[in-house]
């Protein structure tokens, strides 16, 4: 699963790797630390050239309460097309969820560790997702799920589910396209070997409050036990 990512990007390097047209606003909120329920940015296929600000937790737009529970923050990309709160989202709404890296805890003697996974070449990682909006009056709610697949070599000593990464821009345009179902899964699939880094950095990270340069500070492995 992905269950806490990083954004520290900036615009000019946001318009260099997606496109020049692309709106960011005029100031990014930068997050050392995201979490599940909190905001983060994504690029949705009705607004292909806008950053947008969705609360992580996907609120299907049927939801009796429209709370965000924090359960939907990964879509399992076997099966998506049939589960409720995602086959129409998976068809009609994707996006594009930045970040610079993600995170992932290793068990080490009943501590979770963790590990910061980023792309080698220091691109902007681009993760598929699905949206969603709910409704209640003239109030809306607009949130993002991020799709999982079956991890590559780097990630697997770490978990077992990662997210799908679309690594060239022409994925990730494509990904916003018009398509059909089976085009749409055909996407979907575990990223290639040796495109990722993954390092141990401080158990700070396991804090939500925590948020800072220190998240991403490279630490030695701890020493193996035997």
Known sequence: MCGRFSFVVSKEKI????????????????????????????ITNDKPLALQYFTWGLIPHWSNDGENSGKLINARMEGIEAKPSFRVPVRKRRCLVLADSFYEWKNEAGRKIPYRIALKNGDIMVMAGIWDVWYKDDYAIKSFTIITAPPNKEVTPLHNRMPVLLADREEQQKWLKDLSLEEVLSMLHTPPDDLLECY?????????????????????DPPALF
Do not use: C, F, W
């Open 15 to 42: 318009q260099q790797q997606l496109g020049e047209q692309i709106d960011t606003g005029i100031n990014l909120r930068i997050n050392y630390n995201v979490a599940p329920t909190q905001h983060a940015y994504v």
């Open 200 to 220: 141990r950095v401080s158990e700070k990270v396991n804090a939500v409050n925590n948020n800072g340069p220190e998240m991403h500070q490279r630490l030695a």
